[in-house]
C-alpha cells in the first residue's frame, strides 16, 4: 500500500513546532498545532473574565503561535490563505486527534524528560503505521523512545529541522537501530519532495552533522579571535561572504540564534568530547557572563553587537560596548574582487597579513574536525558538505573548501604545523585522489562514488550537449527532444545578446525538438534586463539603439508566445522586470515554491517595455468566462496597481493570487527539481499535441478607464504619497495598459499594445529623473524616490 501523509500533528508550538506546521500549511498539508494547557489566566483573560475551563484559554499558546506567525519577517507562510491549514489544540483535550494523524512531529523543549513523556502520551492513541518524528536539536533519539515498544520504534526517528523550517533546505534525518529502513527511504522521498527539502542522513551521535561541525567551528573562531587579538567585528568581517558565506557571518549569527540557545546546544556533546573537540567546545567565561547579565542577542536586543547611534560591539575582555571594527587588509581587497567562492578562500587562507592569518586559523581546525568525524556522525564526506551548506547557508562545506585550497598542499602546511592529518586522509593522496570531490563523484573508501542522484534533477549538460552559445546564453540538448535555454550572466541579467538567444533557440527548437525549457541553477532565475546597458545608451541620446532592444525584446517574447512548441519556463527566486517578462508569454510555468516575481520597472523610473503589461493583462482575461459581458475596468485597475506599485510575490502561491501565475502554471517545493519539472511538462504539452494560442483581438478600456486608473494615482499625490515623477510614471502606464485613446470596449490588436507600451518606455527613459533613478539603482542596490 501506497504510505501517503495526508494530515499531520506537531506538539509543542514554539518558534520550531509553528513554524514546521507553517511550512506544512505552504506544501498543503493541514495540521493540528498541539501544546501545554496554561495554569494561570493571563490579566488580559482575567479582564475578559476567562476562565481556565475556556476552550480560548485552553488553547492559548497554540492560538498565539498561530496569530504570531501572521506578522513574522521573514514570513513563515506563503500566503495568508494558508492558516486555514492549521488547526489550534492542546494536549489534553485534543489528544484524541492524534488517531487521526499520518505522522506526529515532536517539537516540544529540548529536555530529554520532556521528550520522552510526549512519546509516552502519543503512543496509545497514534494510529498503527503512523510516523513519529522529533525535532531535537542534539539529543539522542534512541533514548527519547528507549521506553516504547518496538512496533513504535520502528515508525519513530529523529526529522531535524533548521530555522526557519519554510527557508532553510536541511532537514537531518536521523533513523535509529530500531526504525525500519522503509520509513527511513519514504520520509527521505517525501521529505525531498514535497517538503521540497535538503535531506541528509545523520548518525544517531549528539547535535547530528550540522550542529556538531557548526558549534565546534563557532566556538574554535572565538578561541581564536580572544587568543591573537581581534575584534568582534574583525571576525565577522571575514567569515561571511569572503569565507562564501551569510553577512550575518560568526557573531551576527550567534546573536540570531540565541546565546542561550547556542550553549544549550553545545552542551549537548562536552560530555562525550575528546581531543581537539574537548579544549574547543568549553565555552569562554565572557560568553556565560554575557548570558548571566541576559544579553542573549537579537531577542534580548544586545548580544555581541548592540544598536545604539549605529552598530557597537562587545569587547570581550571588558565587557563594553564599542564601536564596530573592520578588519582591512591587502588581502581582503583582493579576494573581494576574485570571481567565485572557491577563489575567495583560496586567496584569504593563502594570505600573510592579519586577516589571511586569522583565515586560515579557522579553517584549519574545521578542515580536521570534519575529518576526523566523518565515520562517527556521517555515511560519507558529502553528507558534512551539505549539510553545512544547506543548515548554515555557506556556499562551500568543509571538504569542498579543502579541494579549493589544493588537498596534499594542505596536508603539508597542516603538518609543518605540527597537526596530526587523519590517515585515511593520507591513505586517499597515497592512491592517487588528489581531491575529495571528482566532477559528479565524491571519495569515499577508495574510489569516487556517484551519489544517489534523483532523477528529479537534471545536472546541467556538459559541453558535448552545447547546441549553440553566446555571451548571454547558452542553448543544451537535455534529452527525449527537449532543449534548455540557460542564461548566464553573472546576475542572470538579460541583455540583446540573451534576447537573441531566446528567437534562435525557438526557430531551432521548432524545427529539431518538440519543447523548449527556460531555467537555470543560481541565486535568481533573472534579475531583470540589463540596466547598465540601457542607462549608457539614454545618457548618449541613443534612442534608436534602445528602441531596437525593445522591439527585439517584444519580439522575443511574440516568439515565445506562439512558438509551434511549447515553451515551459522555470523560474525561482528573483524573477524581476525582463525576468517576469519571459515567464508571463510561457505555455506553462514550472516554478519553485520560492519564486519572488514582479514587473518592478517603476522602481527605476520605466514600465515595463518587453510586452509585461499586455502579457499581465492577457493572464487576468484569460481568467474570464468567454461569452459574458463584463465590466474590464477592475482588471485593468489590478494590472495598473500591480505594476505602478511594483508589487513582487513573496512566493508562488501568492503569484497565483496577484495573477503572475495561472491554472496552466504550478510550482514544485524543491528548487533542484524545476528544470526536470518543467522537461517533463514540455513533453506532456507536446505529447498531447501541444497548440500555440491564437492572436486575437483584445478588448480595452479605453480613454475613459484611463482617466479612473490615473484618478487613484493623483490622490496618491495631493496626499503627498508619491512624487511628480511617479505620476508621471502612473500616466503612462494607465494610458498603455487602457489602450490609448479609444472608446471603452474597444478591440485593439497585440501590436498596437506592444507599441504604445514601447513609445511610453522610450519616452521616460529620456527623463532625467528616471535616469537618476536608473542610476542609483545600479550604484546602491535600491530604488531611489524622487
Ligand atoms: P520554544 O521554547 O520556542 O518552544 C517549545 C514549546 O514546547 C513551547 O511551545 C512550550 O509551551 C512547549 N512545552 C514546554 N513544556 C512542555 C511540556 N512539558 N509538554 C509539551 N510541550 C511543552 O523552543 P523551540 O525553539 O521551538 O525548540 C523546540 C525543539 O526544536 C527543541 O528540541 C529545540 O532544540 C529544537 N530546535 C530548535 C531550533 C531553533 O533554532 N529554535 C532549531 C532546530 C531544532
Not at 5 to 32: C, D, E, F, T, Y
Request: hydrophobic content about 40%.
Amino acid at each position: 500500500m501506497m504510505r501517503r501523509i495526508r494530515k499531520a500533528a506537531v506538539i509543542g508550538s514554539g518558534v520550531m513546532g509553528s513554524g514546521i506546521a507553517a511550512h506544512l500549511a505552504n506544501i498543503g498539508i493541514p495540521s493540528i498545532l498541539l501544546d501545554i494547557v496554561p495554569e494561570e489566566l493571563t490579566p488580559m483573560e482575567k479582564k475578559h473574565g476567562a476562565t481556565l475551563a475556556d476552550q480560548s484559554v485552553r488553547n492559548r499558546y497554540s492560538l498565539e503561535a498561530i496569530n504570531k506567525l501572521q506578522g513574522q519577517k521573514p514570513a513563515p507562510l506563503v500566503s495568508k490563505q494558508r492558516l486555514s491549514y492549521i488547526e489550534p489544540g492542546n494536549l489534553e483535550d485534543d489528544l484524541h486527534k492524534l488517531k487521526t494523524v499520518d505522522w506526529i512531529i515532536e517539537a516540544v523543549v529540548e529536555n530529554i524528560d520532556v521528550k520522552k513523556e510526549i512519546m509516552r502520551m502519543i503512543e496509545p492513541v497514534r494510529k498503527q503505521d503512523a510516523i513519529v518524528t522529533s525535532n531535537t536539536s542534539g539529543i539522542s533519539i534512541e533514548e527519547i523512545a528507549a521506553g516504547c515498544s518496538d512496533e513504535f520504534s520502528a515508525h519513530f526517528l529523529g526529522a531535524h529541522f533548521f530555522n526557519p523550517p519554510r527557508y532553510l533546505p536541511l532537514l537531518e534525518l536521523i533513523p535509529t537501530s530500531r526504525t525500519n529502513d522503509e520509513i527511513t527511504t519514504f520520509m527521505k522521498a517525501f521529505a525531498e519532495t514535497t517538503l521540497g527539502k535538503g535531506v541528509v542522513l545523520c548518525k544517531d551521535t549528539p547535535n547530528f552533522i550540522a550542529n556538531r561541525i557548526g558549534t565546534f567551528s563557532l566556538l574554535s573562531t572565538v578561541n581564536e579571535m580572544l587568543a591573537n587579538g581581534y575584534s568582534i567585528g574583525e571576525v565577522d568581517s571575514v567569515t561571511g561572504p569572503l569565507l562564501g558565506r551569510p553577512k550575518s557571518a560568526t557573531f551576527r549569527t550567534l546573536d540570531v540564534v540565541g546565546l542561550d540557545t547556542f550553549l544549550h546546544v553545545a552542551q549537548n556533546v562536552t560530555k562525550v568530547a575528546s581531543g581537539r573537540e574537548r579544549e574547543v567546545m568549553t565555552p569562554p567565561a565572557f560568553i556565560r557572563e554575557m548570558v548571566d547579565k541576559g544579553w542573549i542577542g537579537a531577542k534580548a536586543g544586545q548580544g555581541f553587537y548592540k544598536k545604539q547611534d549605529g552598530i557597537l560591539e562587545i569587547n570581550p575582555h571588558t565587557l563594553e560596548y564599542e564601536r564596530r571594527k573592520k578588519l582591512q587588509a591587502p588581502s581582503v581587497e583582493q579576494a573581494k574582487k576574485a570571481k567565485n567562492a572557491r577563489e575567495k578562500v583560496k586567496m584569504m587562507a593563502a594570505a600573510e597579513d592579519r586577516a589571511g592569518r586569522l583565515v586560515w586559523a579557522i579553517l584549519k581546525p574545521l578542515l580536521l574536525f570534519s575529518a576526523e568525524k566523518v565515520d562517527e556522525i556521517a555515511n560519507e564526506i558529502q553528507s558534512i558538505d551539505q549539510a553545512m551548506k544547506w543548515g548554515f547557508g555557506w556556499e562551500l562545506g568543509p571538504f569542498e573548501i579543502w579541494d579549493a585550497l589544493g588537498v596534499a598542499e594542505t596536508v603539508t602546511r597542516m603538518e609543518k604545523e605540527g597537526e596530526t592529518v587523519p590517515d585515511w586522509i593520507k591513505e586517499m593522496l597515497d592512491k592517487g585522489f588528489d581531491r575529495f570531490y571528482h566532477e559528479d563523484s565524491f571519495y569515499n573508501q577508495g574510489q569516487y562514488e556517484l551519489p544517489a542522484v534523483s532523477e528529479k534533477i537534471i545536472h546541467l549538460p556538459k559541453a558535448d550537449k552545447l547546441i549553440m552559445k553566446n555571451a548571454g546564453a547558452s542553448l543544451h540538448d537535455i534529452g527525449d527532444g527537449v532543449a534548455l535555454l540557460e542564461f548566464h550572466s553573472e546576475t542572470n541579467s538579460i541583455g540583446l545578446d540573451a534576447i537573441q538567444m531566446i528567437r534562435k533557440s525557438i526557430v531551432e527548437v521548432e524545427q529539431n525538438y518538440q519543447g523548449l525549457v527556460i531555467g537555470n541553477y543560481g541565486k535568481n532565475f533573472c534579475v531583470g534586463a540589463n540596466l547598465m546597458l540601457l542607462l549608457m545608451e539614454a545618457q548618449d541620446d541613443n534612442y534608436p539603439e534602445i528602441d531596437y532592444v525593445v522591439r527585439q525584446f517584444q519580439q522575443a517574447s511574440a516568439a515565445i508566445r506562439y512558438a509551434a512548441v511549447p515553451v515551459v519556463t522555470a523560474p525561482y527566486g528573483m524573477t524581476l522586470g525582463g525576468g517576469a517578462e519571459i515567464c508571463l508569454p510561457s505555455a506553462s510555468i514550472q516554478a519553485a515554491l520560492e519564486t519572488y516575481i514582479g514587473l518592478v520597472e517603476v522602481g527605476v523610473g520605466l514600465i515595463p517595455g518587453g510586452g509585461g503589461n499586455k502579457e499581465l493583462y492577457l493572464r487576468q482575461l484569460e481568467r474570464l468566462p468567454t461569452g459574458v459581458k463584463l465590466d474590464l475596468q477592475p482588471i485593468a485597475n489590478a494590472v495598473f496597481e500591480t505594476v505602478a506599485m511594483a508589487k513582487v510575490s513573496t512566493s508562488a502561491e501568492e503569484a497565483r493570487e496577484i495573477g503572475f501565475f495561472s491554472e496552466r502554471d504550478d510550482w514544485v517545493a524543491n528548487q533542484a527539481f524545476i528544470i526536470a519539472e518543467a522537461k517533463r511538462q514540455a513533453i506532456h504539452l507536446a505529447e498531447k499535441g501541444y497548440r500555440p494560442p491564437q492572436k486575437r483581438p483584445i478588448p480595452v478600456v479605453g480613454e475613459t478607464g484611463y482617466a479612473t486608473m490615473l484618478l487613484g494615482a493623483k490622490a496618491l499625490k495631493t496626499g503627498g504619497r508619491i512624487s511628480e515623477h511617479d505620476v508621471k510614471i502612473a500616466d503612462k502606464l494607465a494610458f498603455v495598459i487602457a489602450g490609448g485613446r479609444v472608446a471603452k470596449g474597444a478591440y485593439v490588436d497585440e501590436q498596437y499594445l506592444l507599441d504604445l507600451e514601447r513609445e511610453a518606455f522610450l519616452s521616460l527613459i529620456g527623463e532625467p529623473k528616471t535616469q537618476q533613478r536608473m542610476q542609483h539603482m545600479l550604484l546602491k542596490r535600491k530604488p531611489l524616490r524622487n
